[in-house]
């Protein structure tokens, strides 16, 4: 068998004709469901299952071992000349003979309700599967399906919750949760990628290696079934078009579906909020570029480089990479020869789809009357060069005029070879994830776009956005990788861009090993740290957190305390009015800082600030299994951290937040460093302990994955911000307590008008 069972179609028939087995089966299992009859309808659903990935299979192997190889040569033996025309005749004839054959009757008498291949598609034959096992007793069979379905859509909160339950289970652990239908390469590019990390090279090419390996028979796949029924979309025109049109349009549907496929290869299906492996191909010679060179095989390690280069010629690392190579080395290398063609042919198809739309627009829009006054040169559609695209043989393209391989999608800044050559590679944006995740996330589901579900958050300000808190498995299972180091104190960076009075610059991404992120410190004297610190411990338990008193994990007890309260407890005396407005007035200190440090155009606003203790209820770092166990568990702050390691944006996450920032209040602890995490979450790469007046900034996406080691002794305290660019999301609440504190000063200056020398609190504050 081919590739995985990750397949991806549109198939559709409307002739009457014979249901297809899978249809078949289908239909008797949700029969059988319906009565309770779950032997019999796992039976049937499993069956359907296992018919309808035979169906696709065959259209697979019909379209690419059987009719795949119809030249010239072979159009002759059928004596009808060899023309285009011919050249369809011939592969349409082999197709239909081919399937007549695999499904051992007439290919089209075949027939398939377009809904019941949605359904499929959704995957709930895995969710009655799910029930029907788990009616049966049958829990590991069940949980497996369950996680497949919910894998289909991991936002939907009833299968979120029936997970939660399985894994209340006392027979159920880690390794039953698997997607029956995860693609076999990436399931090796996973693994890849972890080897990798924990550099056991040799062991990482093999993986990568099978990776690509079942990447091209992915590839052919999602290809090969892009041969679909014709689909006209919502742009039926008035009459319906002629051979040629039919054609060019059909052409156009092909092409489009045939360049999808490089995305689908980097999802794995179903998951719609997945992030994606941005850059999934090129990436692959990137990383073993790099392990081939480790372990002493620089020529292969010089053809992995000219792979990559092949896809990103411009790639501005990649040739810094290069002349780290002995020249001669270098220079003998050939890319793999598999990849430059398939860029080849990518690019040819990338032209025409281009050609099509700028003759005709927007491909599923163009018009048939315009598109008869425009026809299509003979040499791109007749005869023998449309065979060689149909056939799919690449010929040679003018190399001058190639699109380039996505641009947007080109890993930005991988590391290099030489001095940044000992940085953990590659690590999250390093990778160029988010920009294109992002896009992906925002054709599917732009949370943003959706006001109604975002002002649900509001009312739970506060309420840190991973999924399930308390769940003491996932997220928590983490390992030092072999180059964790925890920076304690070290010399100033030579900070490039500015700093803040007073604050010196300590750890870049290249300390941390990640991008957007960085250590400061100096930014509270000691004093002011005290103050802070005396205000936090009027802290109340469980506060933003909706009363949770352990909302990150068991061994610890969280206490937290509000602007606002600080700013009501000043007003009744409780609390001295300079410390409020202190942690008042740090705020835009800190938020220019991060938006200068991070060359932001636009401003920052606060989204939620908080002043937290944490108090450790037990001194276990480790779980039975050796795994550290964490104060807080890897999280990103922006999304919606799942088990299966995705992370969708959107409510209940709080997507808007852009960056994050945490100033640290004191030093007097035990563990408790936070640490940012590898693109997996399974590895802590680098930490940092709390100390006065120390800043760590960092993206509040996935790039910055971190968490905070297990707190075993005395009390951490810390004021995290979380800032947005988008003015509308600012906290209310600090508006309220600027008035409080506003009021506040007044009264004291009014009290004290006759002593000229006294200033304004806020300006006593100096920052
Ligand atoms: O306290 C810290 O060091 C980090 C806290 C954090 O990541 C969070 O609250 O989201
Ligand atoms: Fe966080």
């Not at 079934?225 to 009459?239: I, K, Q, S, T």
């Not at 050609?355 to 009357?369: M, Q, R, V």
């Not at 940085?423 to 006001?451: H, N, R």
């Not at 993206?699 to 947005?724: E, F, M, N, Q, S």
Request: with cysteine; glycine share 6%.
């Amino acid at each position: 068998m081919r590739g995985s069972k990750c397949l991806v179609t549109i198939i559709s028939a409307t002739s009457a004709g014979d249901y297809s087995p899978y249809d078949t089966h289908y239909a008797q299992g949700i029969h059988a469901y319906e009565n309770e009859n779950w032997t019999e309808a796992i039976t049937e659903f499993e069956r359907a299952i296992e018919e309808r990935n035979r169906y696709l299979e065959a259209k697979v192997h019909c379209s690419i071992d059987s009719c795949g190889n119809i030249t010239g040569d072979s159009l002759k033996s059928l004596s009808i000349g060899s023309g285009f025309s011919q050249y369809v005749i011939a592969r349409g004839l082999c197709l239909y003979k081919c399937m007549s054959e695999a499904i051992g009757k007439k290919y089209v008498d075949w027939r398939i309700l377009p809904s019941v291949d949605e359904e499929f598609q959704a995957r709930l034959p895995y969710q009655y599967l799910n029930v029907a096992y788990f009616k049966s007793g049958n829990i590991r069979k069940a949980l497996e399906t369950a996680f497949t379905f919910f894998n289909a859509d991991p936002s939907d909160p009833e299968m979120q919750d029936t997970l939660a339950f399985y894994q209340e289970m006392e027979e159920v652990d880690d390794s039953m949760f698997v997607d029956i239908e995860n693609p076999e390469h990436l399931k090796h590019y996973e693994i890849a990628q972890s080897v990798y990390q924990l550099e056991d090279y040799p062991q990482a090419i093999s993986e990568f290696e099978q990776s690509l390996h079942w990447y091209w028979d992915s590839m052919d796949e999602c290809r090969a079934l892009c041969d679909a029924p014709f689909d006209f979309g919502d742009d039926y025109p008035d009459e319906l078009p002629n051979y040629h049109l039919f054609q060019t349009k059909m052409v156009a549907q092909l092409l489009e579906c045939r360049l999808k496929c490089v995305k689908q290869m980097e999802l794995p299906c179903g998951r719609y909020h997945r992030r994606s492996n941005s850059d999934l191909l090129p990436i692959h010679y990137h990383y073993l570029m790099f392990a081939y060179h480790e372990i002493g095989d620089d020529p292969k390690a010089a053809s992995m480089a000219k792979t990559y280069l092949t896809f990103h010629p411009d790639n501005e690392p990649m040739q810094i990479n290069i002349q780290f190579f002995d020249q001669e080395v270098y220079e003998a290398a050939q890319p793999e020869e598999k990849a430059v063609k398939f860029h080849k042919k990518l690019m040819r198809e990338v032209k025409m789809l281009e050609y099509l739309e700028h003759h005709f627009g927007p491909t599923y829009g163009f018009k048939y009357d315009y598109a008869l006054l425009t026809p299509f040169p003979d040499e791109m559609f007749f005869e023998a060069e449309d065979e060689r695209l149909m056939n799919e043989d690449i010929g040679d393209i003018d190399e001058n005029s190639q699109t380039p391989w996505d641009p947007e999608n080109e890993v930005k800044d991988p590391p290099t070879f030489g001095p940044s050559y000992d940085t953990p590679f590659p690590t999250g944006a390093e990778i160029g994830y988010e920009s294109v995740a992002e896009k992906i996330d925002d054709l599917l589901f732009d949370p943003l776009a959706e006001p109604d579900k975002v002002k649900q958050v509001d009312t739970v300000h506060g309420k840190l956005p991973y999924y399930s808190a308390g769940d003491e498995k996932f997220g928590y299972v983490v390992r030092d990788s072999p180059k964790y180091s925890v920076f304690d104190d070290g010399p100033a960076v030579n900070a490039e861009g500015p700093v803040a009075d007073g604050a010196v610059l300590k750890q870049n991404s290249t300390h941390l090993a990640g991008p957007t992120r960085f250590v400061m410190d100096g930014l509270l004297s000691d004093e002011q740290c005290e103050s802070l610190y005396k205000l936090a411990s009027y802290g109340i338990v469980g506060d933003g957190y909706e009363g949770d008193k352990k909302p990150h994990s068991k061994g610890e007890e969280f206490a937290g305390i509000s602007l606002l309260t600080a700013a009501r407890l000043a007003d009744i005396g409780a609390v001295e009015t300079a410390a409020v407005q202190l942690y008042h007035d740090i705020n835009s200190k800190l938020a220019k800082i991060v938006k200068e440090y991070f060359k932001l155009e636009t401003d920052l606003y606060i989204d939620f600030i908080h002043l937290v203790c944490r108090d450790p209820k037990d001194e276990k770092t480790t779980d039975e299994d050796g795994n550290i166990i964490l104060s807080h568990p890897v999280h990103p702050d922006n999304c919606l951290y799942l088990p299966d390691g995705t992370c969708p944006r959107r409510p209940p996450a709080y997507v808007w937040r852009e960056y994050s920032a945490v100033l640290y209040l004191n030093e007097d602890i035990e563990g408790g460093e936070i640490f940012f995490a590898d693109p997996s979450g399974k590895y802590a790469l680098a930490g940092v302990k709390p100390k006065c007046g120390r800043l760590v900034g960092f993206c509040a996406g996935t790039d910055c994955l971190h968490g905070v080691k297990k707190l075993t002794g005395g009390k951490r305290c810390a004021l995290p911000i979380w800032y947005t660019t988008r003015k509308e999301k600012e906290d209310f609440t600090l508006e309220d307590a600027r008035a409080i504190l506003k009021r506040l000063n007044s009264s004291s200056a009014s009290n004290t008008d006759s002593d000229s020398s006294e200033k304004m609190p806020s300006e006593k504050t100096e920052l």
